[in-house]
């Protein structure tokens, strides 16, 4: 089955894989997954009409990479928010294919535009498997001789048919950081599964998930599994937010959910010169 090398939105190259199992498509740019489609079903994955598609920008929507540093800098607020990952372009390091699977791993090295961001030596790849399920998994790699520490998000977008009917559960008891209008509370999770009726940003450390995303306008009901990742984000923007960003639609909020694999917050990874870290997510539509 192909894995077909093309010209997508701003004339931006990416790759188009299918298989018996689907499609799926990832921009060099940012190395970002921007489509999955399960055989016989619509994209799982949410994508906004507005979104920017040029050299230095994110796209908005799919699945974003948030790395070395997850929402705003911590000391630089003139560096770019979630990082520089997302908004650079990568290459394509391998593809394969067998009758179970599509897998390219793109990557991402170190250079003296990145260093000006984030003094280290790195590598990063991008594994994206197309299978019964989908698997997205960013590893990344101490190529310095110092220890250096970084926070990182698979920042995944899924569609869903109305925000005010869909829930998140896999986070019943657990605490967060509700960070909803820029502020940061810390709560606990009292409800069996997260509802939506306004801006919701929780970030919830030391959790494993799975979680499921319930979506009873549609009937859809997807998996998110994670591995590698401590910290679940759940984000929907609702009005304001929303209505305040230029690449998101103001009338978008009601069909998008952000349920993140991340390391954030206290859950951020340290690795010593030549190790690797791997932070994984596996969406699978039940
Ligand atoms: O993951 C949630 C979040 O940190 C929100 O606070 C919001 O800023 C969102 O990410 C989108 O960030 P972006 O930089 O892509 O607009």
Known sequence: ??????????????????????????????????????????????????SHFAAGKPIRGGIPLC??????????????????????????????????????????SDSAATKTAWPHA???????????????????????????????????YFGVGDITQTTVDGLKGAAYDDRAGGGS?????????VTFAAETDRAYVGINGPHIISDRATGRCIRVEKSGAKTTVVWNPWIAKSAAMPDFGNHEWPHMVCVEAA??????????????????TTLTLV
């Open 67 to 108: 790395f070395p540093w997850f929402g705003g800098h911590p000391t630089d607020a003139s560096k770019p928010a979630h990082g520089f990952a997302r908004s650079m372009a990568w290459t394509v390091h391998s593809r394969s294919e067998t009758t179970e699977h599509t897998t390219v791993v793109l990557a991402l």
């Open 1 to 50: 089955m192909p894995i077909l090398d093309t010209i997508g939105a701003g004339g931006l190259p990416c790759l188009d894989l299918s298989n018996t199992f689907g499609t799926a498509r990832i921009y060099l740019h940012g190395a970002h997954v921007t489509s999955w489609s399960p055989i016989g079903q619509r994209d799982v994955l949410w994508m906004s009409a507005y």
């Open 263 to 280: 390391n954030a917050f206290a859950d951020s990874v340290t690795l010593q010169p030549k190790a690797s870290h791997c932070c994984a």
């Open 185 to 193: 509370v810390a709560r606990t999770d009292q409800e069996t599964a």
């Open 122 to 156: 790195f590598r990063a790849e991008l594994t994206l498997t197309l299978g019964r399920n989908l698997q997205v998994a960013l590893t990344i790699t101490n190529t310095d001789n110092a220890p250096f520490s970084f926070t990182e998000a698979l920042h995944t």
